[in-house]
């Protein structure tokens, strides 16, 4: 009983995020995605008691550096950042790069972008799909590159026969396709091109390692036990 009163009494963890469809966004003001599902739950098992607030990235970064908040996510790890956060080492979402296709489309992949030259690929303009993919871009692979303003936009030229794949983030093309009520009609193909994994990341200023290795145990023991898929699962069955 001592234990649990300790840590239900635990100080509020002040987290930051920024809006990023499908994993954390806002929507009629409330805050919803699939990282935020998994970060609410594992830290309910833990009984500590989160914020969570959407900023611009630039600033969350900064508010993590300084210690003015104690954690962001989902964040990418790189040797810049890790000087000033301490990443779970337990992936928070594994950002899969994949390829969607029209349903009745024939095009396989099995991991070599040179095989695709003969189609035209849509992308969302300025935005980095990981390094295999977009050196492919620069290097011509493709019969032809299209570009979109934004995500529901590039799905809409595969749709309407414009190009014959789109790239995206496995989890960011399900919840468009999901928005747009088109599920049916694309498939991803099954190889995906790439996989970055994403974390939740403590400010070393809080000196927060003890926190951030309880968080690490949590996670797997959601992982184990079925639910984190679950939550994945039945989030694109809403």
């Keep these: 009983m001592s234990i649990i009163s300790t840590m239900a009494q635990a100080k509020t963890l002040r987290l ?4 990023y469809p499908p994993y954390e966004y806002t929507e009629d003001g409330q805050l919803k995605g699939l ?3 998994v970060i609410k739950r594992t830290f309910k098992t833990m009984q500590q008691p ?3 607030e959407v900023l611009p990235w630039a600033r969350a970064m900064r508010y993590i550096r300084d210690g003015s908040r104690d954690a962001v996510f989902t964040a990418f790890k790189n040797p810049e950042r890790e000087r000033f956060a301490d990443f779970s080492k337990q992936v928070l979402m594994q950002q899969a790069v994949s390829l969607f296709v029209r349903k009745d489309s024939q095009i396989e992949y099995d991991g070599d972008l040179n095989k695709l030259n003969q189609y035209s690929l849509g992308v969302v303009r300025k935005i980095s799909y990981g390094l295999i993919l977009d050196t492919a871009i620069k290097n011509d692979t493709f019969r032809r590159v299209e570009e979109a303003n934004e995500g529901t936009q590039n799905f809409g030229l ?3 026969q414009r190009v014959d794949m789109v790239a995206s983030t496995k989890f960011g093309g399900y919840h468009i ?4 009520k088109r599920n049916e009609d694309v498939k ?3 190889v995906s091109i790439q996989n970055l994994p994403s974390y939740i990341a403590f400010s070393k200023v809080r000196k927060l390692t003890k926190l951030r290795d309880e ?3 949590a996670l797997i023991r959601l992982k184990e036990s079925g639910e984190y898929q679950k939550l994945i699962d039945d989030y694109f069955k809403q």
């Design 16 to 19: 930051v995020t920024l809006e």
């Design 35 to 37: 990282a935020v599902e």
């Design 50 to 52: 989160i914020t969570i």
């Design 158 to 160: 595969l749709l309407n």
């Design 177 to 180: 396709l999901r928005q747009l």
């Design 188 to 190: 991803e193909l099954p």
């Design 215 to 217: 968080f690490d145990l």
